[in-house]
């Protein structure tokens, strides 16, 4: 007797710690006491560990000892092998929650597993006339329940979602955003997409380290220095300054960063570009809180101080906040032994972790906003990729019919509809409904062939075809020329076509004259980078630098736009048939192409 009373105490010390950390964990959601869960999640784990080969040794002792200590009764066996059976689900999904975490399925079933413990282990023990045993289970039992329910009832209310600081043009502090690799141990997928999308190259293109080296003082700024200009109106002003600090968009974490990190030589998180901490840790776009009429913006050279104030309240800014992340014990630290603690608790209990990097922020458009669009809703300002969409039918204002950003661009297929693709966020979790790729095709195949990849290229080029068609729509003839009318229609094009409305992206529409045989006859030259583009064909762009000029030419979503060319055809040419083809610059195969054969020209005399 007194063997089996020292086995029940044993018994009873080995499960009941168990009991009431499982218990806890189970009742009080983490974001309500996050210290504490965390504790209780090590000493759960780091006990369970212990006692395991314990518990095992004990279960099998127990079970073959002789069949006089056995009890005897019908009830006593049940909940014998009810305990049993308990016991050990307790530990498989033990061991599938400590791989997967709570969000793998036989987790749950572990969750309940202090009650479907605790219950037969104290009946058990009553049974067996075990009274104190089975009384000091059934006590700690209730009183862990009883604890974490007025935990649960009591602690002070704390949202799950992350804190939305004000806008304040404060920087923040830069150490709390954390390199792409380190969510890529965990995100694996989603951090294989980024990094070869352009977000992952926004300081790495040879484009932008040249341009960036003729704009040294832009390169300085940061949000802080921008909110000196607002606030002193005595400081020489430049608009430039708060519409072209090049960080702001290229390297996120140095602007709203408090780092002030080299971006000539730029090295770590300034260098990664646009990373997953930055859009992680977005909580709001700060948007128009300037007051009064928009100045007209026509001729930039002219604005007066007013204008500049006017312009500089309104611009769009991003509230960046990686202070309001909680942090899960040593997340981010640089030390390996030390990142492995915190994915183990990120792992196993994700759901502080989950809410805090995805604030509803990131579901709509205006993640997008400050990055995509310069500054202001001004249709004679460059670069307004964010504002075309905010105007065109693709922006409903209900969020079922809208088809935003996300939409087109954080999808493995594009359609132009809302979509909702399925996909697993980390390898061992479930697949999950709303996942969103990280590729953010949009088009820019000359970006993927510089990386060789032509896979990539190939998805790049495929989008671009999508976007548009083309096809002529009139066909004039003079003595040794053509003038051929060709309408370009965005069909799948969220904005304004082509996007990025600047010098630097241009579509042209491509004309060829072919005679009986196919042999090209006539052709419009392709346009260069430069300030005239040469004698080039049909330009689909948009420049604010000489407003004078016809270059307002962009296509507005689901719309078309007719663009003419003039062919000069050399004497006696015979042409048959004409083809159009569209260009987008950063593609070097044409997007659509169309061809109409012309009726035979009448004899020459
Ligand atoms: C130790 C592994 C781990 C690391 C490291 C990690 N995550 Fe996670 N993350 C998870 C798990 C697990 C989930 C939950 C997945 C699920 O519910 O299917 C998650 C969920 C998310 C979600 C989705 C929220 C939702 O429900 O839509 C986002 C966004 C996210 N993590 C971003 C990040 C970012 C950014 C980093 C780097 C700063 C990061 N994660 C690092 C494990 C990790
Ligand atoms: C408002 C955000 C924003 C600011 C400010 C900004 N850029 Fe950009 N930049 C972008 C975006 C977005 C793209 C390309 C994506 C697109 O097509 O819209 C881009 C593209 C570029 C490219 C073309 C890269 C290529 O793929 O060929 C260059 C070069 C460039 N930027 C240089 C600069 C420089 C230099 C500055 C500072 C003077 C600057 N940018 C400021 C957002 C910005
Ligand atoms: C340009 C901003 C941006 C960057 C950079 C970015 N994300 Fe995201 N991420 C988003 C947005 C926006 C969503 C989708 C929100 C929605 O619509 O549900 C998202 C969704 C997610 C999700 C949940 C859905 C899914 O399919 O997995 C995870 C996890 C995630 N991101 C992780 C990462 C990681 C890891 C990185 C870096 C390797 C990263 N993100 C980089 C903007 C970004
Ligand atoms: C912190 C600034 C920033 C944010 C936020 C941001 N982007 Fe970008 N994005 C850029 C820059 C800069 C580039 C240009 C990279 C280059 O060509 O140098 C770019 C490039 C792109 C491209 C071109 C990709 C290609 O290969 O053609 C797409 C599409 C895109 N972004 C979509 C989005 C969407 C959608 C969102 C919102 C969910 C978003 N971006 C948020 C800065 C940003
Ligand atoms: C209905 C689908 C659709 C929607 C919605 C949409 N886009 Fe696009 N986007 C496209 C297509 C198609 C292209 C390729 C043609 C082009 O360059 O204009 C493109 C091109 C781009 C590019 C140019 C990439 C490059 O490197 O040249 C950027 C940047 C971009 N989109 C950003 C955005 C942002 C930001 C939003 C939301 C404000 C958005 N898009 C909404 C379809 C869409």
């Known amino acids: 007797m007194r063997g089996s009373a020292t086995a029940s105490w044993g018994a009873a010390a080995l499960i009941a710690p168990h009991l009431a950390l499982g218990t806890w964990l189970l009742m009080v959601p983490d974001h309500l006491a996050f210290t504490a869960a965390q504790v209780v999640t090590l000493a759960h784990v780091g006990l369970a560990l212990v006692t395991l080969p314990l518990v095992i040794f ?92 007025a935990a649960r009832r009591w602690l002070p209310p704390a ?60 390169l300085t700024e940061n949000l802080q220095h921008v909110g000196q200009l607002v606030a002193d109106p005595d400081r020489p002003l430049s608009a430039a300054l708060v519409f072209g600090a090049c960080g702001s968009c290229h390297s996120p974490t140095s602007f709203y960063g408090d780092g002030h990190p080299s971006l000539t030589r730029p090295s770590g998180l300034a260098a990664e570009g646009t990373g997953c901490s930055f859009c992680h840790t977005l909580r709001e776009v700060r948007r128009g809180a300037g007051e009064g009429a928009m100045p007209a913006v026509l001729d930039p050279s002219s604005f007066s101080r007013a204008d500049i104030f006017a312009l500089m309240s309104r611009a769009p800014f991003y509230v960046s906040a990686p202070e309001t992340v909680r942090r899960y014990f040593f997340q981010g630290s640089g030390r390996p032994w030390a990142r492995r603690i915190a994915n183990y608790l990120i792992r196993w209990r994700p759901a502080v972790h989950a809410s805090d990097y995805h604030s509803p922020v990131l579901d709509d458009s205006r993640a997008c906003l400050a990055c995509h669009s310069l500054g202001i809703d001004s249709p004679e300002v460059p670069h307004m990729t964010y ?20 939409d087109c661009h954080m999808v493995r297929r ?89 010098k630097l992206r241009y579509g042209w529409i491509e004309v060829k004259a072919l005679d009986a045989s196919g042999a090209v006859v006539a052709r419009t030259s392709p346009p260069k980078d430069s300030e005239d583009f040469g004698a080039a064909s049909a330009l689909i762009m948009s420049s604010v630098d000489d407003p004078k000029r016809d270059t307002q030419r962009l296509v507005a979503p689901r719309t078309s736009r007719e663009f003419t060319s003039h062919l000069a055809l050399p004497t006696g040419a015979r042409v048959q048939a004409v083809v159009a083809e569209l260009y987008n610059r950063v593609d070097p195969a044409p997007i659509a192409t169309t061809s109409r054969s012309l009726p035979a020209p009448d004899p020459p005399l």
Request: glycine share 8%.
């Open 387 to 406: 504002y075309g969409w905010e105007h065109s039918a693709f922006s409903t204002g209900d969020p079922k019919t809208t088809v935003s950003c996300q």
């Open 159 to 218: 949202p799950l979602e992350a804190a939305v600081p004000s806008f304040d043009y404060v920087t923040r502090p830069a150490g709390l955003y954390e390199p792409a690799e380190n969510c890529g141990e965990c995100h694996e997928q989603d951090f294989q997409d980024w990094k070869q999308s352009t977000h992952a190259r926004t300081m790495g293109f040879s484009s932008v380290k040249e341009s960036m080296q003729r704009s040294p003082d832009l």
């Open 58 to 149: 004990w279960l099998v002792l127990h079970v073959r000892a002789p069949p006089s200590a056995r009890p005897t009764s019908v009830p006593s066996s049940v909940t014998r092998w009810v305990l049993v059976a308990a016991t050990i689900v307790a530990v498989v999904t033990g061991f599938i929650a400590l791989w997967g975490g709570d969000i793998v399925r036989p987790a749950a079933l572990h969750a309940w597993c202090s009650v479907a413990v605790g219950v037969p282990l104290a009946a058990h023990l009553w049974l067996s006339m075990r009274r104190w045993a089975a009384g000091a289970v059934a006590a700690l039992l209730a009183m862990a329940t009883a604890g974490s329910a």
């Open 414 to 502: 594009m359609t132009g509809e809302p979509v909702r693709e399925q996909a697993r966020m980390v390898p061992w979790g479930p697949v999950r409904q709303g996942a969103r790729s990280h590729l953010f095709l949009g088009g820019n195949v000359q970006a993927a062939l510089s990386l060789g990849d032509p896979g990539l290229a190939q998805k790049e080029h495929d989008l671009n075809a999508s976007a548009a068609t083309i096809g002529i729509s009139q066909v004039q003839r003079n003595d040794d020329a053509l003038d051929v009318t060709v309408a370009v229609r965005s069909e799948r094009v969220g904005h304004y076509f082509p996007a990025l409305e600047t």
